[in-house]
């Protein structure tokens, strides 16, 4: 079992994990009423209303052939299994490593998600890995997100391509594009405005990036990340609801996932996006981000240990 992946959903297991076992122990039998609790317990950690619905519905066909809590516990488990079984499990690092280079990859999110923060966590992990990374700073509308950039990238020890605040973004992402393709770059990581509340301008915005990093790549962007708080809850899900409304996401990174006992936002989004989650960020420190495994995730809250 990896130790790590049980500490950053220690709160989420404590809180999941302890409520269906206290079930389980008041229970001499098993009866319709453990149910209606189950269902109690995975929407307080934020599983989301319609993923509960679908396990809590194959439960009801199934609590019959249940004679205690141990299979009944066991069947639960399996469903939080079942519900990643269609959805891609291709790692970034095969993508990049199946694709020419460099492997353009644009990250989105709303102002405060931890978004810039996790470019140069990402950036750093990939050069880890032995590529070479270039980073765009395309998010001109504020000048503290150029500079943080800016200070990630020095830590990474990986270039930055910027310009200045107020600047056109799509023009950052053509010179990136540009630098990258002339250096022969495997990486490309651009980041991006999050004025979620201005959602037309935004689209409009990604748009014209997307259709100008063509002229100079003409696969790009190979990959879309949207980056996610877990501790907002459900409003993660209205936030992943908005971006796809108007960009193809193709991966998740959560962030702040060992700061919450909500960590059920994990299965809820995975089952009604299909979109597959790649990274946790688990602190500040640049080396904290952590590969999302489903199967160690979902081991990790029925552990029993606390």
């Known amino acids: ?29 098993i009866d319709i009423n453990v149910v209606d609790h189950i269902e109690e317990i995975l929407l307080s950690a934020d599983v989301g209303t319609k993923t509960t619905i679908k396990i809590i519905s194959n439960l ?11 299979n009944l516990f066991n069947f639960l488990k399996k469903e939080i ?31 405060g998600v931890g978004k810039t923060t996790t470019i140069g966590k990402l950036a750093f992990l990939l050069k880890k890995k032995g590529f070479h990374v270039m980073i765009g700073a395309a998010d001109t509308f504020r000048a503290a997100a150029i500079n943080q ?54 689209m409009e915005e990604l748009s014209k990036m997307s259709r100008v990093m063509k002229k100079i ?28 409304h108007f960009v193809k996401i193709s991966s998740i990174i959560l962030t702040k996932i060992e700061g919450t006992a909500k960590g059920g936002v994990v299965i809820g989004i995975m089952d009604q996006f299909k979109i597959p989650i790649q990274y946790l960020g688990i602190g500040e420190k640049i080396q904290d981000l952590k590969v999302f495994d489903r199967k160690k995730f979902v081991d990790s809250l029925f552990l029993k240990k606390k």
């Open 1 to 29: 079992m990896n130790q790590t992946l049980n500490n950053e959903f220690k709160k989420t297991r404590i809180s999941f994990f302890s409520k269906i076992k206290n079930l389980f122990l008041k229970k001499s039998k």
């Open 60 to 70: 009801e066909k199934e609590i019959k052939k249940y004679k205690d809590s141990q």
């Open 81 to 111: 299994e079942n519900l990643f079984t269609n959805i891609e499990n291709i790692s970034l690092e095969e993508k990049i490593n199946e694709s020419q280079r460099p492997y353009v990859i644009l990250i989105v999110g709303v102002n």
């Open 149 to 202: 950039l800016e200070i990630w990238a020095n830590k990474a020890e990986v270039p930055l391509i910027k310009q200045h605040m107020s600047a056109d973004p799509a023009s950052v992402a053509y010179d990136t594009l540009q630098s990258a393709k002339n250096k022969k770059k495997d990486v490309v990581l651009i980041d991006t405005a999050g004025r979620l509340q201005n959602r037309i301008s935004l």
């Open 217 to 244: 790549i003409p696969e790009s962007p190979n990959e879309i990340i949207l980056v996610l708080d877990a501790t907002i809850g459900q409003n993660a899900f209205e936030q992943v609801k908005k971006f796809t």
